[in-house]
């Protein structure tokens, strides 16, 4: 029940960050529309044109939002081109919104017309680190469950069936798929989530955090990639 209530929570968190994100790419694209059209007379080809600028920079950074949405559900880190093209997207964004501003030296209109690009710019970064961490608070909460509801299992069954539990029926903990992975390494070999699942047989979820936790205890440096 916990981990469908947080569950529930990061669901709730998506919508709304969402909303937040497409209604300030929606209030910066007049402005961009604006500096695109340069003075051009409304109606003509690049007045026209000007309108898709905007829609260009927005809907790259939208994709990346939703794979990061996807990555950082299962606890994927995406690669430095990911970042990299978001935040050149973002910063395109805040360039055009409030060049006429900072020509003109209205303050008041610099004010203006940065507050929705960094509000946008604070909520890709947030959004990502939030969906991880509530990830992992669902895991948590899993394993929190399980960890309670064992005492009253044994409680309940006869100590004969509480053995056969122990050795066949019980749940592996993160810590378990760790300690094979740990048994199974040898110097020489790549610590990579493919590796982590052939020699633990975890899910594909829980390979990445299996492996940066191996790496790390190793001192092999950051856990590769590879899938």
């Given at each position: 029940m916990i981990a469908l209530?947080?569950?529930?929570?990061r669901s709730q968190v998506d919508r709304l960050c969402w909303s937040g994100i497409v209604l300030g790419l929606a209030f910066t694209m007049a402005?961009?529309?604006w500096f695109a059209a340069a003075g051009s007379d409304p109606w003509s080809l690049p007045w026209l044109a000007a309108w898709l600028l905007d829609p260009t920079v927005s809907l790259v950074l939208l994709a990346i939002l939703r794979a990061e949405q996807v990555t950082a559900r299962y606890q994927v880190h995406t690669g430095r081109w990911?970042?990299?093209a978001k935040w050149l997207a973002l910063g395109a964004t805040y360039v055009m919104n409030t060049?006429?501003?900072f020509a003109a030296g209205s303050l008041a209109g610099v004010v203006l017309h940065s507050v929705?690009?960094?509000?946008v710019f604070a909520a890709t970064e947030a959004i990502t680190d939030l969906r991880d961490k509530l990830t992992e608070a669902v895991n948590v909460a899993f394993t929190v469950a399980v960890d309670h509801a064992e005492p009253e299992v044994h409680q309940s069954t006869p100590a004969s069936q509480q053995r056969t539990r122990q050795t066949t029926g019980r749940r592996k903990l993160f810590a378990d798929y760790l300690a094979d992975a740990r048994t199974a390494w040898s110097a020489g070999t790549a610590v990579t989530p493919a590796?982590?699942?052939q020699v633990?047989?975890?899910?594909?979820g829980l390979s990445p955090r299996l492996a940066a936790a191996l790496a790390a205890e190793l001192g092999t440096g950051e856990a590769s990639h590879e899938r």
């Open positions: 209530q947080v569950e529930r929570v402005n961009v529309q990911v970042r990299v060049w006429a501003s929705p690009p960094l509000i590796w982590v699942r633990t047989g975890c899910s594909r």
